[in-house]
Nanobody, 129 residues
Framework: QVQLVESGGGLVQAGGSLRLSCSVSGGTFSRYTMAWFRQAPGKERDFVATVTWTDGSTYYSDSVKGRFTISRDSAKNMVYLQIHSLKPEDTSVYYC??????????????????????WGQGTQVTVSS
């Protein structure tokens, strides 16, 4: 059974930085495409970033490009989201997600939540102005 556990959220002032972590257990981590999504109160869950297992390609939403960096460490079964220049509108619960093992996701589909079968419980990020 695949389990994802996020950590690293917190309360940060605008302009600050955070690093979110996602620990993955179960299956073969090196064969999962991993992603981060976020959900603000009363809003839908939105795509943030993805890193593929095939060649390590990364994809970002336009709203975070240049400020967020997704990375993976296969030796530790970890995925990270480094966040810089935080804005109040980044306030959300951040979720880590994984595809089923060995699934190759077309670039035009990586932003769809339906592609990911495994989800963590989320970590809250609150940005004060």
């Amino acid at each position: 059974q695949v389990q994802l556990v996020e950590s690293g959220g917190g309360l940060v002032q605008a302009g600050g930085s955070l690093r979110l972590s996602c620990s993955v257990s179960g299956g073969t981590f090196s064969r999962y495409t991993m992603a981060w999504f976020r959900q603000a109160p009363g809003k839908e869950r939105d795509f943030v970033a993805t890193v593929t297992w095939t060649d390590g390609s990364t994809y970002y939403s336009d709203s975070v490009k240049g400020r967020f960096t997704i990375s993976r460490d296969s030796a530790k079964n970890m995925v990270y989201l480094q966040i810089h220049s935080l804005k109040p509108e980044d306030t959300s619960v951040y979720y880590c997600a994984a595809t089923s093992e060995g699934i190759v996701v077309a670039p035009n589909l990586v932003r769809r939540a339906q592609v990911y079968n495994y989800w963590g419980q989320g970590t809250q990020v609150t940005v004060s102005s």
